[in-house]
């Protein structure tokens, strides 16, 4: 009878010299698996040409908690410096690349930095807010994918300031999640958001904000 | 159409009066029923439990029992999924090629009772009395495995007089699980007293069911409770012409 | 813990679970443990069902999930060097690791060569299968557990007993007896007056997680996926700490199971889908985090990912229980179970429990080799073989059907022996005996007929003081007495009188 399986002790053993790649390898290859026949993919990958996509957007970023506002390119930032206000920020960090004039309607009661050169962690921290682009937004899901790509930066930029403003335009929203998926480059550091930062772990009764920003304001132009 | 009974060997000790009920049933709505004398057990408690080879002189003999029928009908939802579902996988663990060949031509006869109504005969109303109020518990085996969906349901609100009252909770497995009951009899007997609890929530006189093997876990537990709720099959319900003795 | 960060007491491990029978009877004695359960699988059943009702190709994502688990199986060897290829090229470091030793002394090599002394984790099941943070305790480095279930856990010296939620034996009230406790000792102190308000203790969480956050230099995470075709891995999450430990450390270390492979990144439009739905009913969780190697200026500067088998190469020698393999953690099996519902994680004695638990731990524990000990002999017959984990399941695994195929492991490892079946086997032969003849039931029938007359009253038989299975049975349960006549008695005389 062989004792349970300790984490601490290894079982595997194997030749002396062969490697754990060659040994994990070895005893893969030696059982035959037959593939599938076939992957069958009769799933949906777009939504169907009634559904108004903005508005599905809209309507499931909201169910998020997060607070959706749209915009046209005329009152953008009128509705920028609007949703900044309403959070009570009073420092903004700003990504390289972010299209200035989503910021000549801020007022003088917020301070803006750059993060050129790189803001300290603790700097970030520090700071009440930020506001990013976006590389893709799925309608279906109500999520925002960022890249760090122009008007995005580095994945930390929009993680430890406590409220995140995100612009969405109106042709980065696709219906599903297939249709983001082709516009995305998995080589770039990717971050999809569904919401503001949310745990269920106490008796499953759902809790927004934890340690991502507990502020999401989506902002959709067009 | 030459129609075998399939009593289940668990029927055929414990539960006798289903077996005569369905024999009167199909009866009743004109067709002969014959009792392949030579049956004994489907093989389920030994297959479930992981004791394949013991089973595979049961499907043996299953087989020979039942060879030549047109339907075979069973008022166990869970005996039926066993040979229509595993019969199969034991005959193939025994190598025997001729024992795969004669299951597949045995099994796909088998009809859960309430399948072999409203399917193959096409009625739901069998011209039953039966004045009580009666709640129903979809069995898991008869849900998940045989799908005989709302069949049941549909034979029991044809059924004059009887009302069929919402369990809460239905489809949820009651606990017994074949050798389950007795290897985790405490996890066993918490679901079931679960079941029970939402049974008597409901106020309903009688608790009915497509496998005696539940209700036999049920009702002993609302006998051990002395509760005046009484278990009955299916089969029973249908073939009753009036009040409950 | 031996992992204690203040070196105290160590803190439990599955080791030493009993039998699943026994381990459960404890668990249903604790009424609050049942009704925490209770509320809270019920609270995420009846949400998964509605997150799941509002895809109408459901059905459709379920069969193309299995089907691309099953290509990763049949394609294990290429798709693993081509994921290691592709993560190298992109300036990650690619380890093997034949079990959870030789992983954890991976990943403590690379802990001590960054110069670390602490780390802050994202929860990850693997690192618990292999008990990391014990071992990295061993070699003086503190392992941080940043979502807010494992922390309570942590904190609460405490197992785990959900894969999603593993805290979900707790209610808030012994939460916050747990973070007023003990925080102080780990770091930034709870708030005297902290309340019961899960968002109070959210908060006092967020706080208490910031600062070690800010400092760790080294950051240890799982695996939801990893795509072989680019090299891109993956983490979803909610909170946030993901995100934390997954960008702010200079260092990164993945320890993932050797079955967490995609074959494509167009394969996330399924599993992207399965997973959410299935795992926190959400159509999608709040934050996933991609990443493929290194990326100058952006996160960790050191990525090292660490392949771990630790008898995942055995699940495969079986064919009917190597489906296992698709699993990907999403825990709907362990919300459906009504086993589960009513004893919990823990009676599992592992880290993986519920139904996908009862089917994966024998087999990782090598049961296709070797026979296995008692409790994890226990494993496939904690089950009512009720089919709703086969229900829910986002890659279609036959747990019923895998549980009867390691049953038949079971029996045919432990045959006779009386201390793990008791008088099991022979009844089993017996009754097969006794069915393997119509004349031999129908004697037995009769014996037994005349032995319920005997002890039967009004038809049933009530408290009867036996040893073993059968007793277990009558604790709380009468039994039908056998009937006089049995049917095929009946059926006889009906036959010779003639009648039809």
Same mark, same amino acid.
């Given at each position: 009878?062989?004792?349970?399986?300790?984490p601490?002790r290894?079982v595997?053993?194997?030749?002396?010299?062969?490697?754990?790649?060659?040994?994990?390898?070895a005893?893969?290859r030696? &059982?035959?698996?037959?593939p599938?026949?076939?992957i069958?993919r009769?799933?949906?990958t777009s939504?169907s040409p009634?559904v108004?996509?903005l508005?599905?957007?809209? %309507?499931?970023v909201?169910?998020?908690?997060?607070?959706?506002?749209?915009?046209t390119?005329?009152?953008?930032?009128?509705t920028?410096a609007e949703?900044l206000k309403g959070?009570?920020?009073r420092?903004l960090v700003?990504?390289?690349?972010l299209?200035?004039?989503?910021?000549?309607?801020?007022?003088?009661?917020? %301070?803006?930095?750059?993060?050129d050169?790189?803001?300290?962690?603790?700097q970030?921290?520090?700071?009440d807010a930020?506001?990013?682009?976006c590389? !893709?937004?799925?309608?279906?899901t109500?999520?925002?994918?960022l890249?760090a790509g122009?008007g995005?930066?580095?994945?930390?930029?929009?993680?430890?300031?406590?409220?995140?403003?995100c612009?969405?335009r109106?042709e980065?929203?696709? +219906?599903e999640v297939?249709?983001a998926l082709?516009?995305?480059?998995p080589?770039?550091p990717?971050?999809?958001i569904?919401g503001?930062?949310a745990t269920s772990?106490?008796e499953l009764?759902? !809790?927004?904000?934890?340690h991502g920003?507990r502020n999401?304001?989506?902002?959709i132009?067009? | 159409?030459k129609?075998?009974?399939?009593?289940?060997c668990?029927?055929?000790l414990?539960?006798p009066?289903?077996?005569k009920?369905?024999v009167?049933?199909l009866?009743?709505?004109?067709?002969? &029923?014959? $009792?392949?004398?030579?049956?004994?057990?489907?093989?389920?408690?030994?297959?479930?439990t992981?004791?394949?080879?013991?089973?595979v002189?049961?499907?043996?003999?299953?087989?020979q029992a039942?060879?030549?029928?047109?339907?075979i009908?069973?008022?166990?939802a869970?005996?039926?999924t066993m040979?229509?579902?595993?019969h199969e996988?034991?005959?193939?663990?025994?190598?025997?090629a001729s024992?795969?060949?004669s299951?597949?031509? !045995?099994?796909?006869r088998?009809?859960e009772?309430?399948? #072999?109504l409203?399917?193959?005969?096409?009625?739901?109303?069998?011209?039953?009395?039966f004045?009580?109020?009666?709640?129903?518990?979809?069995?898991?085996?008869?849900l998940?495995l045989?799908?005989i969906?709302?069949?049941?349901r549909r034979?029991?609100?044809? &059924?004059?007089?009887?009302?069929?009252?919402?369990?809460p909770?239905?489809?949820?497995?009651?606990?017994f699980?074949?050798?389950?009951?007795?290897?985790?009899?405490?996890?066993s007997?918490?679901?079931g007293?679960d079941?029970?609890g939402?049974?008597i929530?409901?106020g309903a006189e009688v608790?009915?069911?497509?496998d005696?093997?539940?209700l036999?876990?049920?009702?002993?537990?609302l006998?051990?409770?002395?509760?005046?709720?009484r278990?009955?099959h299916l089969?029973e319900i249908?073939?009753?012409?009036?009040?409950?003795? | 813990?031996?992992?204690?960060?203040?070196?105290r007491?160590?803190?439990?491990? $599955?080791?030493g679970?009993?039998?699943f029978?026994e381990?459960a009877?404890t668990?249903?004695?604790?009424?609050?443990l049942?009704?925490?359960?209770?509320?809270?699988?019920?609270?995420?059943?009846?949400?998964?069902g509605?997150?799941?009702a509002?895809?109408?190709?459901?059905?459709?994502l379920?069969?193309?999930?299995?089907?691309i688990?099953?290509?990763?199986?049949?394609r294990?060897p290429?798709?693993?060097?081509q994921?290691e290829?592709?993560?190298?090229a992109a300036?990650?470091?690619v380890?093997?690791a034949?079990?959870?030793?030789?992983a954890?002394?991976i990943?403590?090599g690379i802990v001590?060569?960054?110069?670390?002394?602490?780390?802050?984790k994202?929860?990850?099941?693997?690192?618990?299968?292999i008990?990391?943070?014990e071992?990295?305790?061993?070699?003086?480095i503190?392992a941080?557990?940043t979502?807010?279930a494992?922390?309570?856990?942590?904190?609460?010296?405490?197992?785990p007993?959900?894969?999603l !939620?593993?805290?979900i034996?707790?209610?808030?009230?012994?939460?916050?007896d747990?973070?007023?406790a003990?925080m102080?000792?780990?770091?930034?102190?709870?708030p005297?007056?902290?309340?019961?308000?899960?968002?109070?203790?959210? %908060?006092?969480?967020?706080?208490?997680?910031?600062?070690? $956050?800010?400092?760790?230099?080294?950051?240890i995470?799982?695996?939801?996926f990893?795509i072989?075709?680019? +090299?891109t891995?993956?983490?979803?999450e909610?909170?946030?700490n993901?995100?934390?430990c997954l960008?702010?450390p200079?260092t990164l270390?993945?320890?993932?199971?050797?079955?967490?492979?995609l074959?494509?990144?167009?394969?996330?439009?399924?599993f992207?889908q399965?997973?959410p739905r299935s795992?926190?009913?959400?159509?999608?969780?709040?934050?996933?985090?991609?990443?493929?190697?290194?990326?100058?200026?952006d996160?960790?500067?050191? #990525?090292?990912?660490v392949?771990l088998d630790?008898?995942?190469?055995?699940v495969?020698?079986d064919?009917?229980?190597?489906?296992?393999?698709?699993c990907?953690?999403?825990?709907?099996?362990?919300?459906?179970?009504p086993?589960?519902?009513r004893?919990?994680?823990?009676?599992y +004695?592992s880290?993986?429990?519920?139904?996908?638990g009862?089917i994966?731990?024998?087999?990782?524990r090598g049961?296709?080799?070797?026979?296995?000990?008692?409790?994890t002999?226990?494993?496939?017959?904690?089950?009512?073989l009720?089919?709703?984990?086969f229900?829910?399941?986002?890659?279609?695994i036959?747990?019923?059907e895998?549980l009867i195929?390691l049953?038949t492991q079971?029996v045919?490892?432990?045959?006779?022996?009386?201390?793990t079946f008791g008088?099991?086997p022979?009844a089993m032969?017996?009754?097969?005996t006794a069915f393997?003849n119509?004349g031999?039931?129908?004697?037995?029938e009769?014996?037994?007929?005349?032995a319920g007359?005997v002890?039967?009253?009004?038809?049933?038989?009530?408290r009867l003081?036996?040893?073993?299975l059968?007793?277990?049975? #009558?604790?709380r349960?009468?039994l039908p007495a056998?009937?006089?006549t049995? $049917?095929?008695?009946?059926w006889?005389?009906?036959?010779?009188?003639?009648?039809?």
């Amino acid at each position: 009878m062989a004792e349970p399986l300790e984490p601490g002790r290894i079982v595997t053993g194997g030749a002396p010299g062969e490697t754990a790649r060659d040994a994990v390898l070895a005893r893969i290859r030696a &059982v035959a698996v037959p593939p599938p026949a076939a992957i069958p993919r009769d799933y949906l990958t777009s939504l169907s040409p009634d559904v108004d996509i903005l508005e599905r957007f809209a %309507e499931r970023v909201a169910d998020y908690r997060a607070l959706v506002h749209r915009a046209t390119s005329g009152n953008l930032a009128a509705t920028v410096a609007e949703a900044l206000k309403g959070r009570g920020a009073r420092s903004l960090v700003i990504p390289a690349g972010l299209p200035a004039d989503w910021l000549i309607g801020l007022g003088p009661g917020i %301070e803006r930095q750059s993060d050129d050169p790189p803001l300290t962690y603790g700097q970030l921290d520090a700071i009440d807010a930020v506001i990013t682009g976006c590389a !893709v937004a799925i309608a279906e899901t109500g999520t925002i994918v960022l890249d760090a790509g122009p008007g995005q930066g580095r994945r930390a930029l929009s993680l430890l300031p406590d409220r995140h403003v995100c612009v969405v335009r109106a042709e980065q929203v696709v +219906g599903e999640v297939a249709e983001a998926l082709a516009r995305l480059d998995p080589h770039r550091p990717l971050t999809w958001i569904s919401g503001p930062s949310a745990t269920s772990d106490i008796e499953l009764d759902r !809790v927004e904000g934890v340690h991502g920003p507990r502020n999401l304001d989506v902002v959709i132009v067009g | 159409m030459k129609i075998a009974l399939f009593i289940t060997c668990f029927n055929d000790l414990l539960y006798p009066d289903v077996g005569k009920a369905v024999v009167r049933l199909l009866n009743r709505l004109g067709h002969e &029923v014959e $009792f392949p004398e030579d049956q004994t057990c489907c093989g389920q408690i030994h297959f479930n439990t992981g004791y394949r080879d013991e089973c595979v002189p049961l499907v043996r003999s299953f087989d020979q029992a039942f060879d030549g029928f047109d339907a075979i009908v069973s008022p166990s939802a869970s005996c039926a999924t066993m040979v229509r579902h595993h019969h199969e996988t034991v005959a193939r663990h025994s190598g025997d090629a001729s024992l795969v060949a004669s299951v597949a031509e !045995v099994s796909p006869r088998v009809y859960e009772l309430s399948e #072999f109504l409203v399917d193959v005969l096409g009625v739901t109303d069998v011209g039953a009395v039966f004045p009580h109020s009666v709640a129903f518990h979809p069995t898991c085996h008869s849900l998940r495995l045989l799908a005989i969906g709302d069949r049941p349901r549909r034979l029991l609100e044809a &059924v004059s007089g009887l009302e069929l009252v919402e369990l809460p909770g239905a489809t949820e497995c009651c606990g017994f699980g074949g050798t389950f009951a007795v290897k985790n009899a405490d996890t066993s007997v918490a679901m079931g007293e679960d079941k029970i609890g939402a049974l008597i929530g409901t106020g309903a006189e009688v608790l009915a069911s497509a496998d005696t093997s539940c209700l036999m876990h049920l009702g002993g537990l609302l006998s051990r409770q002395r509760s005046m709720v009484r278990v009955m099959h299916l089969a029973e319900i249908l073939a009753s012409t009036g009040p409950a003795r | 813990m031996s992992g204690s960060p203040a070196g105290r007491e160590p803190l439990p491990t $599955f080791a030493g679970t009993p039998p699943f029978p026994e381990a459960a009877r404890t668990a249903l004695a604790d009424e609050q443990l049942r009704r925490n359960l209770r509320h809270a699988t019920t609270t995420i059943r009846t949400k998964r069902g509605r997150a799941v009702a509002e895809r109408p190709d459901w059905e459709a994502l379920r069969l193309a999930g299995a089907a691309i688990k099953d290509d990763v199986i049949a394609r294990w060897p290429e798709l693993l060097t081509q994921l290691e290829a592709n993560v190298t090229a992109a300036g990650g470091i690619v380890h093997w690791a034949r079990d959870g030793a030789e992983a954890n002394a991976i990943v403590a090599g690379i802990v001590r060569a960054a110069g670390a002394t602490e780390v802050v984790k994202v929860k990850s099941m693997t690192t618990q299968e292999i008990e990391l943070n014990e071992a990295l305790a061993r070699e003086g480095i503190e392992a941080w557990e940043t979502d807010l279930a494992e922390l309570i856990v942590q904190l609460g010296r405490d197992l785990p007993s959900h894969i999603l !939620v593993p805290a979900i034996h707790r209610n808030r009230d012994e939460i916050r007896d747990i973070f007023r406790a003990e925080m102080g000792a780990a770091g930034r102190p709870a708030p005297a007056d902290l309340s019961n308000e899960p968002r109070e203790l959210a %908060e006092a969480a967020r706080l208490h997680l910031r600062e070690k $956050f800010l400092r760790a230099k080294v950051a240890i995470s799982g695996a939801n996926f990893a795509i072989a075709e680019t +090299g891109t891995v993956m983490v979803v999450e909610s909170e946030g700490n993901g995100r934390m430990c997954l960008t702010l450390p200079e260092t990164l270390v993945t320890v993932m199971g050797i079955e967490k492979l995609l074959p494509t990144w167009r394969d996330l439009e399924v599993f992207l889908q399965l997973l959410p739905r299935s795992s926190t009913a959400e159509r999608m969780n709040p934050y996933t985090s991609m990443w493929t190697g290194v990326t100058p200026g952006d996160g960790p500067q050191a #990525f090292h990912l660490v392949l771990l088998d630790n008898g995942r190469t055995d699940v495969l020698l079986d064919e009917v229980g190597r489906q296992a393999l698709r699993c990907i953690k999403c825990s709907a099996c362990l919300n459906v179970c009504p086993v589960y519902e009513r004893v919990g994680g823990r009676a599992y +004695g592992s880290p993986y429990p519920g139904p996908i638990g009862a089917i994966l731990t024998p087999q990782l524990r090598g049961i296709a080799r070797h026979p296995v000990d008692e409790q994890t002999a226990s494993l496939p017959y904690a089950s009512s073989l009720c089919g709703a984990c086969f229900e829910v399941c986002p890659v279609r695994i036959d747990i019923p059907e895998v549980l009867i195929q390691l049953r038949t492991q079971v029996v045919r490892q432990h045959g006779w022996r009386a201390r793990t079946f008791g008088e099991e086997p022979v009844a089993m032969r017996a009754l097969s005996t006794a069915f393997a003849n119509p004349g031999r039931l129908d004697l037995a029938e009769r014996v037994a007929g005349g032995a319920g007359r005997v002890v039967g009253r009004r038809g049933r038989i009530g408290r009867l003081p036996l040893p073993g299975l059968l007793g277990a049975w #009558f604790r709380r349960r009468d039994l039908p007495a056998p009937a006089r006549t049995s $049917f095929r008695r009946w059926w006889r005389s009906r036959s010779s009188r003639g009648e039809s």
